[in-house]
C-alpha cells in the first residue's frame, strides 16, 4: 500500500490539474477553441434538417456599423477587457490589424484635414496615450 503523504484526493488532484493548466495558459486556449466552435455552430445551418438560423438584420450602413464595432473594441481594448475583446472580434468579424485610424474617424465625420479642428485633434492623439483614442473623438 503506498505512503498516504504520496497520495492525492481525487478533490485535491483535480485541484491542481486545474491549476498547472491554468498557469501553462491551456485553459485559456481550451475556452477560445470552445467558444470558437460553438459561434461557428451557431452560425451556419444545421445539417441534420432543423430550421436555419435567422441572421438579424443590421440598421444603417455597413460602414457606420464598422466603425461602431471599431469605437466598442477600441474601448474594450483600453479598459483591458482581453476576453469579451477577443469574443467581440469573432462575433463581429472585425480584424484586428484592420481597425480604423482616428485619420479615418476624421474624414468619416467630414472633418476638413485643413482646419484647425483636425490639427489639434491629430496632434493631441500623438501626445496621448493611444489607448481609447477613438472615444476620446466622442
Do not use: W
Not at 6 to 22: A, G, P, T
Not at 29 to 38: A, H, I, M, V
Not at 51 to 77: F, R
Not at 87 to 104: D, H, P, S, W, Y
Amino acid at each position: 500500500m503506498p505512503p498516504t503523504s504520496d497520495v492525492l484526493s481525487q478533490d485535491e488532484l483535480r485541484k491542481k490539474l486545474y491549476q498547472m493548466f491554468k498557469d501553462r495558459g491551456v485553459l485559456d486556449t481550451l475556452k477560445t477553441q470552445l467558444r470558437k466552435q460553438l459561434i461557428h455552430e451557431l452560425m451556419h445551418p444545421v445539417l441534420n434538417g432543423e430550421l436555419q438560423p435567422q441572421s438579424v438584420p443590421v440598421e444603417g450602413s455597413a460602414l457606420l456599423t464598422g466603425v461602431s464595432n471599431a469605437l466598442v473594441a477600441d474601448h474594450m481594448k483600453s479598459c483591458g477587457y482581453e476576453y469579451s475583446l477577443s469574443v467581440f472580434f469573432l462575433e463581429t468579424r472585425l480584424a484586428k490589424e484592420k481597425a480604423f485610424t482616428i485619420q479615418n474617424l476624421l474624414q468619416l465625420l467630414k472633418i476638413n484635414p485643413e482646419s484647425s479642428l483636425y490639427k489639434s485633434l491629430i496632434s493631441g492623439f500623438d501626445n496621448e496615450n493611444k489607448t481609447g483614442r477613438s472615444l476620446h473623438i466622442c
